[in-house]
Structures are given as structure tokens and as C-alpha cells.
């Protein structure tokens, strides 16, 4: 079946530096990106998406990159801040109108 | 303001004992879904629906039953709960199905114990 793997499930950084979640899809009809932050007791936020026909997007300290050939997406944050910390999960938009996910990644980010 | 509102927040019940949890958007969302949140799996889809009296099964359905009268409301129903229904669950909706590449909008969560 459809599947989003999703690579590291736990990353570590100090304050400033750079981070990158990476993520791969298996249906190669996925044509829809996000991201979503969850902070603790609260449900998953969208922080950023793409879309098949975009290669790179940019939000300020955020940014995703696609590589559709490759089947993989990654999430890169600059900069990072303490309130960076939250676990962040990928999804794609499968065949079938609905989102798969990924296992998801604890960001931590230590001032 | 825009949201999805989920009730209750916390449940803790026994086995056996019907339960629902309510789902309300208030964005004239045509897609709307129910997904599980366990440790090391991530969120896992149980029910969704692309419109109203349309429901289709996710990847975890069994246990769980839905229904879609209303745009707005989509209840999750546990007939028969039992232990391994133990978890954090999500509502979510989106304005139309992911062949579109809408953003989801999630609810806050309800956290169920099954004893």
C-alpha cells in the first residue's frame, strides 16, 4: 500500500543551526506536500506544502524541497529557536484523496 | 474563528460501553476525517468523508463506525470499545479531497482510555 517514510524520528540541534527532516513516498501519483508542526497537547498545524509542480518553496526560516523523480521531500529549518521544538510529520497526498503520513520527527532545539 | 472542535477532550471509560466523540468545523469544509495518533506510528486514517452522507474506510477502520448528515459534524463512534482503541484521536477537515492539495485544519485532539 501507499507509505511515507520518514527520516530521523528524533533530531537534536542548538539554537542557530540549521535542520533538515527528509521524507520518501511510494505512490508515485502524490501530487500534494505538507507539513505539519504538532505542539505538545495541541493537534498538527500546517506549517508549509507543496505542490507536484514546484520544485522548492520558501517561508521565511522554513523551507520544503521535492524531488519527484526521487520521491522525496525534505523539510529544512534555518535559524533555529527554542520554539522550533515540536514533533513535525510529512504527509503526502495519495490516489485516493487522502493524506499518508509519516511516523513523524521530535525536534528538539537547546538554547 | 476558524476551527475544528472535538468532544469531549478526555474520556476514560470501560469496555463495552458505546461511546462518541463529536467533530464540528465551522469552514464549510467538504472533506472531513478521523485519524489516531499512537506512539512510534504516527497518525494513522480511520474514517473519511469527501462530502456529505459519503464516508469511505481509512487505513485503521475496524471498531469504528461514522456518519455524515450534516456538512459540518462528523461523529466517530465506538459501538463496542475495547483497550487497543486506547489513544489520541484527531478530527480534521479540509475544504475539498487531496487530489486538490487542500491543507487539512485539525481539532486539539481526544485523548481515549479504554479500561
Known amino acids: 500500500g501507499e507509505n511515507v517514510e520518514q527520516h530521523p524520528s528524533t533530531l537534536s540541534v542548538q539554537e542557530g543551526d540549521s535542520a533538515v527532516i527528509k521524507c520518501t513516498y511510494s505512490d508515485s501519483a502524490s501530487n500534494y506536500f505538507p507539513w505539519y508542526k504538532q505542539e505538545l497537547g495541541k493537534g498538527p498545524q500546517l506549517i508549509i506544502d507543496i505542490r507536484s509542480n514546484v520544485g522548492e518553496k520558501k517561508d521565511q526560516r522554513i523551507a520544503v524541497t521535492l524531488n519527484k523523480t526521487a520521491k522525496h521531500f525534505s523539510l529544512h529549518i534555518t535559524e533555529t529557536q527554542p520554539e522550533d521544538s515540536a514533533v513535525y510529520f510529512c504527509?503526502?497526498?495519495?490516489?485516493?484523496?487522502?493524506?499518508?503520513f509519516g511516523k513523524g520527527t521530535k525536534l528538539s532545539v537547546k538554547p | 474563528e476558524a476551527q475544528v472542535t472535538q468532544n469531549p477532550r478526555y474520556l476514560i471509560t470501560v469496555t463495552g460501553k458505546k461511546l462518541t466523540v463529536t467533530c464540528s468545523q465551522n469552514?464549510?469544509?467538504?472533506?472531513m476525517s478521523w485519524y489516531r495518533q499512537d506512539p512510534g506510528l504516527g497518525l494513522r486514517q480511520i474514517y473519511y468523508?469527501?462530502?456529505?452522507?459519503?464516508?469511505d474506510k481509512g487505513d485503521v477502520p475496524e471498531g469504528y463506525k461514522v456518519s455524515r448528515k450534516e456538512k459540518r459534524n462528523f461523529p466517530l463512534i465506538l459501538e463496542s470499545p475495547s483497550p487497543n482503541q486506547t489513544s489520541l484521536y484527531f478530527c480534521?477537515?479540509?475544504?475539498?479531497?487531496?487530489?486538490?492539495?487542500?491543507?487539512?485544519?485539525f481539532g486539539d485532539g481526544t485523548r481515549l482510555s479504554i479500561l
Open positions: 469552514m464549510n469544509h467538504e472533506y
Open positions: 504527509a503526502a497526498g495519495g490516489s485516493q484523496g487522502n493524506l499518508i
Open positions: 480534521a477537515s479540509s475544504l475539498s479531497s487531496h487530489t486538490l492539495g487542500q491543507p487539512q485544519h
Open positions: 468523508s469527501m462530502n456529505v452522507e459519503v464516508t
